[in-house]
Nanobody
Framework: QVQLVESGGGLVQPGGSLRLSCSAS????????MSWYRQVPGKSRESVAT???????NYAASVEGRFTISRDNAKNTVFLQMHSLKFEDTAVYYC??????????WGQGTQVTVSS
């Protein structure tokens, strides 16, 4: 049974930082490209950051320079370090795994709220 479990969300003031974690089980983690997506009510889910199985990274323009995605294959975990958070970063953040034969998995999401 495949599980992606996100943690680390919460309430933070503008300019603050949060670190999200996504722990994976039931997959050969090191073979999967891992991504973070986010979604606000009434809008489509958008890609925030991706880290490939070989460690290459890609970011949405809106988070470039503020967010950092990383992975620890020994712990089957992907992280999203978020700095200089803005009101518009408020969303539910989802972990996503993409593997061979276009197999994909999603986590259940974790809420990030940026508010003063």
């Amino acid at each position: 049974q495949v599980q992606l479990v996100e943690s680390g969300g919460g309430l933070v003031q503008p300019g603050g930082s949060l670190r999200l974690s996504c722990s994976a089980s039931g997959i050969r983690f090191d073979l999967y490209h891992m991504s973070w997506y986010r979604q606000v009510p009434g809008k489509s889910r958008e890609s925030v950051a991706t880290i490939t199985s070989s460690g290459g990274t890609n970011y949405a323009a809106s988070v470039e320079g503020r967010f950092t995605i990383s992975r620890d294959n020994a712990k089957n975990t992907v992280f999203l370090q978020m700095h200089s958070l803005k009101f518009e970063d408020t969303a539910v953040y989802y972990c996503h795994a993409y593997g061979l034969f276009q197999v994909t998995y999603w986590g259940q999401g974790t809420q990030v709220t940026v508010s003063s």
